[in-house]
């Protein structure tokens, strides 16, 4: 799942995106405890991180933030601050209620956003 290795990464990140996450409290163990109280407890934990499973919403934040970078015209990766609102704006995903239970919410994704780029401000209100 998307959110549990954005929680990772941003455990040791000095970005905005980890900054706003450790502020909110998501931590990769809370977002297991929720995931598993929102969706139960599932068989699969080992994968490869090559390929790993994803649910059509988790493809649709990916498929998001990939647009997004697309359209910024910016070189480089997909970052983790691309993913992380990506997940923010599919608004009925488990990754999405996991992240609003631990604290994050609309005004810490649009401090995000600006920080980023204005283009995806804008996506991100029209909910793309």
């Known amino acids: ?3 549990f290795e ?4 941003y455990r040791f990140g000095t970005s905005l995106a980890a900054k706003l996450l ?5 931590t990769l163990f809370k977002v297991r405890e929720e995931t598993v109280k929102l969706l ?3 068989d699969m934990y080992i994968f490869s991180p090559e390929h790993p499973p994803l649910t059509e919403a988790a493809q649709k934040a990916m498929d998001w933030a990939i647009n997004e970078k697309l359209k910024s015209g910016e070189t480089g990766e ?3 601050s691309h993913l992380l609102l990506g997940i923010w704006a599919q608004k009925e995903s488990a990754g999405h209620k996991i992240m609003a ?3 994050f919410d609309d005004d810490k994704a649009k401090e ?3 920080s980023m780029d204005t283009e995806i401000i804008l996506s991100f209100k029209k909910g793309h």
């Open 6 to 9: 954005i929680s990772y990464t």
């Open 78 to 80: 997909v970052t983790t």
């Open 112 to 114: 995000l956003a600006k």
């Open 22 to 26: 450790r502020e909110s409290g998501v």
């Open 1 to 3: 799942m998307c959110l």
């Open 40 to 42: 139960g407890k599932s």
């Open 101 to 103: 239970m631990l604290g």
